[in-house]
């Protein structure tokens, strides 16, 4: 067996910072794999706009929608990204690697009828065809887990966090709770990243078989 190494550049929560987004961008050309947890657009608003800078990117993007945006407003906006592919309920296998995703609120937020959000047990039909083993991309963090709020309460999915204890995804990425935002906590073998605006480069490791 060999072992090597997948770079991963991970975000979250952009809300329409130009700024950041070209930082990303300019980041971007080192790795093999950039991941959008959500959270592009403030309010339904300025989605677009953001979309535009972040396509300038030349790599693979996977992308989930956030609570500021939903997953077909996501997919039209990025209808000229020929790299982005985005995921809610879904999965894909991107230089080599296996993702599966879901955006949204999770569990419902007390935002009010704007926010794109989704109860627990909508999650769970959601999340059912996960895989075991891949890269877990989710809006909302694992209940416990980087999910603690400026005032202290746990934030997260008990529905994410229940697809992380049985398909034990090897990396999780998440944003939503911006007081966590690049952190990273363990559930077993699994890494959960709350990625954040700034970004938060990762190493994914790989083994392969030797050819004989």
Request: hydrophobic share 40%; with cysteine.
């Amino acid at each position: 067996m060999t072992t090597s190494a997948r770079r991963i550049l991970l975000f979250s929560d952009l809300h329409c910072d130009a700024s950041a987004a070209r930082d990303l961008v300019r980041r971007s050309a080192a790795f093999d794999v950039v991941v959008g947890a959500g959270d592009f657009a403030t309010m339904h608003r300025g989605l677009d706009a953001i979309i535009a800078i972040l396509l300038e990117m030349r790599v693979p993007a996977v992308l989930v929608p956030g609570n500021s945006e939903t997953a077909d407003e996501l997919r039209a906006a990025c209808r000229e990204w020929d790299e982005a592919t985005v995921l809610h309920g879904s999965g894909t296998t991107v230089a080599g690697i296996s993702f599966f995703g879901i955006g949204g609120g999770i569990p419902v937020t007390p935002f009010g009828d704007w926010s794109y959000d989704f109860m627990e047990s909508d999650a769970e039909a959601l999340l059912r065809e996960c895989p075991a083993g891949g890269v877990l991309v989710t809006h909302s963090p694992p209940h416990g887990l980087v999910d603690v709020s400026g005032d202290g309460k746990h934030l997260g999915s008990t529905a994410v966090r229940r697809t992380v204890e049985t398909m034990r995804p090897r990396l999780v990425v998440c944003g939503h709770i911006h007081a966590r935002a690049g952190e990273h906590e363990r559930c077993g073998d699994t890494v959960v990243v709350n990625a954040g605006p700034l970004g938060v480069e990762w190493r994914l490791e790989e083994e392969t078989d030797d050819e004989e």
